[in-house]
């Protein structure tokens, strides 16, 4: 038995005549549909998730209102520190110690690493310990102290917005999903103040987890803060300021 084909060709498609044309199963058929049908439903679910992302992510303004209402309610708070300091050169220093902070005008920050140097704010006046020179400052007579005072407060008390003023900086929000992250950058160069400021505060709670201060002449000041508790009190002594 010989079956005799011929081939045609029809709109560049080349057809076999005489031969068995293929037949789809039922069953193909269906597990076909069923393909078609579950991606329409995935598409559905994931436009409706990236929907309600949209309408349930917080504004910028929104974002700086929580980070200021969380802290305004903070009397006192902990932590440890790590600070690191990068000069112009890229040389690097690490340094390490204990933050207090009450509310609304005294932090102190106390190194065990290296051990005695100290930065204490209580009102007006700032104290600093530096291998072992220290010094004592009135900042409304001392602007560039008053800038890193002012700085270092504000990014704790959560202050972001007066923070962004008093550099001239422009300020960029970002939800990173656990914390948010504010950017500011200075309009224009400054005889005080910082090029570039970062700050991260975790979402829980908003308090402030990183900080980070770009000089204009490229120095940089990160710190790190871990271990954070938030107190009932802590002792006065330690935001106690030598005489002169």
């Known amino acids: 038995n010989q079956h005799s084909y011929r081939y045609d060709f029809h709109n560049g498609i080349c057809l076999l005549r005489g031969a068995i044309p293929f037949q789809e199963s039922n069953e193909n058929r269906i597990h076909k549909k069923k393909n078609i049908e579950m991606k329409k439903i995935i598409v559905a679910v994931l436009s409706l998730f990236v929907a309600f992302q949209g309408l349930s ?3 910028p303004d929104e974002i700086l209102n929580r980070i200021e209402k969380a802290n305004s309610a903070q009397s006192c708070v902990t932590s440890s520190f790590r600070h690191t300091k990068v ?3 890229k040389a690097k220093k690490t340094m390490e110690g204990s933050q207090y902070y009450v509310s609304p005008d005294k932090l102190a920050m106390v190194y065990s690493n290296p051990a005695g140097d100290r930065f204490t704010i209580n009102g007006n006046r700032v104290y600093m310990n530096r ?3 220290s010094q004592v400052y009135d900042i409304t007579k001392v602007p560039m102290v008053k800038r890193l005072s002012s700085s270092i407060l504000d990014a704790v008390c959560g202050k972001v917005r007066k923070l962004a003023g008093d550099n001239n900086a422009d300020m960029k929000v970002m939800d990173s999903g656990s914390s948010y992250i504010i950017t500011m950058t ?3 160069e400054a005889s005080t103040g ?9 979402k829980s709670d908003c308090i402030l987890v990183k900080l980070e201060l770009e000089e204009f002449t490229h ?6 803060f871990d271990g954070i508790s938030t107190t009932s009190s802590i002792d006065k002594a330690v935001f106690e300021i030598p005489a002169r």
């Not at 910082?194 to 975790?202: I, M, P, Q, S, V």
């Not at 120095?219 to 790190?224: G, I, L, P, Y």
């Open 87 to 89: 000069l112009a050169t």
């Open 194 to 202: 910082y090029a570039r400021t970062t700050l991260e505060y975790r």
């Open 219 to 224: 120095v940089v000041n990160s710190f790190s």
């Open 186 to 188: 200075a309009r224009q």
């Open 57 to 59: 992510a917080a504004s």
């Open 131 to 133: 291998a072992g020179k």
